[in-house]
Antibody
Framework: QVQLVESGGGVVQPRRSLRLSCAAS????????IYWVRQAPGKGLEWVAL????????DYADSVKGRFTISRDNSKNTVSLQMNSLTPEDTAVYYC???????????????????WGQGTMVIVSS | DIQMTQSPSPLSASVGDRVTITCRAS??????LNWYQQKPGKAPKLLIY???SLQSGVPSRFSGSGSGTDFTLTISSLQPEDFASYYC?????????FGPGTKVDIK
């Protein structure tokens, strides 16, 4: 079954840490860039972090830079997001997302988020 | 960062209506524009990539157009299952940024 499954969400106090995991199956995980995208309650979508297919390249949204760390283990088909120094503003559903490669009619490659996990809720509250 | 805006929001429509949602980028992004549909409590779903290419399995009543800074998503005949929120997203540069979303609700 082709899917991404997140885990690790929950309720955590401010300034504490949480680690999210994403397990992939049914596709060639080691060929895919993976993103974390979050959605605060009633709000829009916000990119959080990305990791390249081989883990050599990582990037973070300014809002989480220095606090969050993304990593992957291609031998286990998993991606993790270590979240430290959490604040109430980090409260959201966190989605693990595959960056699919597509080609337009001119032959140029495009990235698009073609596979999403079901999401895991993180609530930061005292 | 490239800023994305959408209009209108919300959008009230009836079954069978032709619906058009507009997305605008703060700078030219060529055709590096994707559209997603999200229903309440569910993850977003890719509808359109590269501004106008239909993702596999998506009904042909959905179409996209545009280039540069201005883009549109059109639903040719709105169906009951199309009442949802729609987001545009630029893939031209990092960070990938989303529009604020357009909620399509029942008139």
């Amino acid at each position: 079954q082709v899917q991404l499954v997140e885990s690790g969400g929950g309720v955590v106090q401010p300034r504490r840490s949480l680690r999210l995991s994403c397990a992939a199956s049914g596709f060639t995980f080691s060929s895919s860039g993976i993103y974390w995208v979050r959605q605060a309650p009633g709000k829009g979508l916000e990119w959080v972090a990305l990791i390249s297919f081989d883990g050599s390249s990582k990037d973070y949204a300014d809002s989480v830079k220095g606090r969050f760390t993304i990593s992957r283990d291609n031998s286990k088909n998993t991606v993790s997001l270590q979240m430290n120094s959490l604040t109430p503003e980090d409260t959201a559903v966190y989605y693990c997302v595959r960056d699919g490669n597509f080609y337009d009619t001119s032959g140029y490659m495009h990235g698009a988020f073609d596979m999403w996990g079901q999401g895991t809720m993180v609530i930061v509250s005292s | 960062d490239i800023q994305m805006t959408q209009s209108p929001s919300p959008l009230s429509a009836s079954v069978g209506d032709r619906v058009t949602i507009t997305c605008r980028a703060s700078q030219s992004i060529s055709n590096y524009l994707n559209w997603y549909q999200q229903k309440p409590g569910k993850a977003p779903k890719l509808l359109i990539y590269a501004a106008s290419s239909l993702q596999s399995g998506v009904p042909s009543r959905f179409s996209g157009s545009g280039s540069g800074t201005d883009f549109t998503l059109t639903i040719s005949s709105l169906q009951p299952e199309d009442f949802a929120s729609y987001y545009c997203q630029q893939s031209y540069s990092i960070p990938p940024t989303f529009g604020p979303g357009t909620k399509v609700d029942i008139k």
